[in-house]
């Protein structure tokens, strides 16, 4: 197995068997309980209705009748179900039916900071390789970025065209990860 964090230029190749690779010691198909609970600073399931939380924070969670949910509850919840698990270091785990089915990678302070050098989207291009599918993302006529879809690897990247970096990778069972 090829660990990503330790082996981030893994992430540059268009064609890449996901069965290869893993994520802070986790592969895709591995039971969502094998994800270290200490890991773990965030879940998200669908037992939780309304979400309140931030940088230093400790999280509210509410359920679908108000009631307040405990971090315990919703992680147990998520890893027996359906959701996302996000550690402290900008890596998220993709939950289906307690089985990790994705992995992404966000947050220029952490390990998407390999990419730096990246400082243009013609270098990126140049480091990535040309994607299936790529969706500019506009908003009042500025170009915001760009969505760019690797079919053979089963990956999405994100290229922040503000400030010129990769601000999101992510692989496995994400929309549009697998064609059209």
Not at 38 to 66: F, N
Not at 129 to 154: I, N, Q
Not at 169 to 176: A, P, R, T, W, Y
Request: charged share 25%; glycine share 10%; aromatic share 10%.
């Amino acid at each position: 197995m090829i660990e990503i964090l330790d082996n981030p230029d893994v992430l540059t190749r268009p064609h890449l068997d996901l069965a290869t690779v893993e994520m802070g010691g986790i592969s895709l198909g591995s039971a969502a309980a094998d994800i270290p609970r200490h890991d773990i600073v965030e879940a998200l399931s669908s037992v939780v209705a309304r979400y309140r939380g931030g940088t230093g924070d400790e999280g509210e969670y509410r359920d679908h009748d108000g009631r307040r949910l405990t971090f315990d509850e919703v992680l147990d919840h998520t890893v027996r179900a359906d959701g996302f698990l996000h550690r402290a270091d900008k890596v998220s785990y993709k939950i289906h039916a307690g089985t990790v089915v994705g992995f992404a990678l966000y947050g220029e302070d952490h390990h998407l900071s390999h990419f730096a050098a990246l400082t243009s989207y013609e270098t990126f291009l140049a480091a990535f390789g040309t994607p299936d599918r790529v969706r500019e993302d506009e908003a009042y006529g500025d170009l915001m970025g760009y969505d760019l879809y690797y079919w053979g690897a089963r990956k999405h990247v994100r290229w922040d065209a503000w400030d010129n970096r990769v601000c999101l990778i992510n692989l496995g069972d994400f929309e549009g990860n697998t064609g059209p």
